[in-house]
């Protein structure tokens, strides 16, 4: 065994005691502040907003944290706030409000740090595209104010290259 470096697995049972450990009363309470923190105070915006920055925002253990939201939640914490993004994304690609925003723009504004993880967490929530979403239950002018809104963005990029030389006299 020592020629390869491996190592005995680990009895799972002792790492997943902190789940059982924690107190009913606890869970409930902690639950609340979580949800607190992350609607009200929408931290969930933040796309650099781990469960390390909101354990110790509450002065709890970060294992508390992972053990309330898979008690409580039944999911993880990525999980949880991806719905939590993916709940006001689907607001405002249906509200007219926001018909001028492309589907960056949604993203950036709801805490997504790429547009390929919004894309993913709302396709693992939703089953569908968000463009499909828009188009489905947004406003009629919804996608053809955003796609104006984008081909206007590229036509305004600068001419890159070397300026073009006067000729001498």
């Known amino acids: 065994m020592a020629k390869y470096n491996i190592t005995e697995k680990k009895d799972k049972t002792k790492t997943l005691s902190y789940r059982t450990s924690v107190a009913p009363e606890f869970v409930e309470d902690i639950a609340r502040k979580i949800i607190a923190k992350l609607m009200i105070e929408q931290k969930y915006r933040d796309p650099n907003y781990s469960a390390k920055r909101l354990a110790e925002d509450l002065g709890v253990n970060s294992r508390h944290i992972s ?7 039944q999911q993880n914490y990525s999980q949880l706030v991806g719905e939590m993004r993916i709940h006001e994304a689907r607001y405002m690609l249906q509200d007219s409000g926001f018909n001028n ?24 929530v939703c089953g569908i595209t968000p463009r499909e979403y828009r188009l489905k239950y947004g406003t009629p002018a919804a996608e053809t104010k955003a796609v104006a809104k984008k081909k206007t963005k590229k036509t305004k990029a600068k001419k890159r290259g070397p300026k073009p030389r006067k000729a001498k006299k």
């Open 67 to 73: 053990a309330v939201v898979s008690l409580r939640f």
């Open 101 to 124: 925003m492309t589907m960056e723009d949604i993203a950036v504004n709801t805490g997504f740090s790429t547009r390929q993880s919004f894309y993913a967490t709302f396709y693992r």
